[in-house]
């Protein structure tokens, strides 16, 4: 979840976009403090949080799934690595359509 650096356009009956020049300069400090941002994250107390990130959950916002998501931060680690596999079968099941 993000923003892209581009700009949209609509042309005709398109919509066209371009993304902005980033200087090399630019590119290489905003990728230091994303660093500094992502080691933040995962040494603090979000680190729970942002682990199921990293591993490729994709969040969703909804209450249930929102209560789901702190149950399995308060847990320990293998239970939160037991939830990853099971979020991850679950997710390729679907995407698979394999009822």
Not at 37 to 55: H, K, N, Q, S
Not at 65 to 89: C, G, L, Q
Request: with cysteine.
């Amino acid at each position: 979840m993000g923003a892209l650096p581009a700009n949209f356009t609509k042309f005709r009956q398109s919509i066209r976009f371009s993304f902005f020049p980033v200087e090399k300069e630019d590119h290489g400090s905003a990728c230091e403090l994303f660093d500094a941002v992502d080691a933040m994250f995962r040494t603090g107390p979000l680190g729970a949080p942002y682990g199921l990130l990293e591993r490729g959950i994709d969040p969703s916002f909804d209450e249930k799934s929102v209560a789901e998501y702190a149950a399995v931060v308060a847990d320990t680690p293998e239970e939160r690595e037991a939830y990853m596999h099971y979020w991850h079968e679950e997710n390729d099941r679907h995407a698979n359509m394999d009822y």
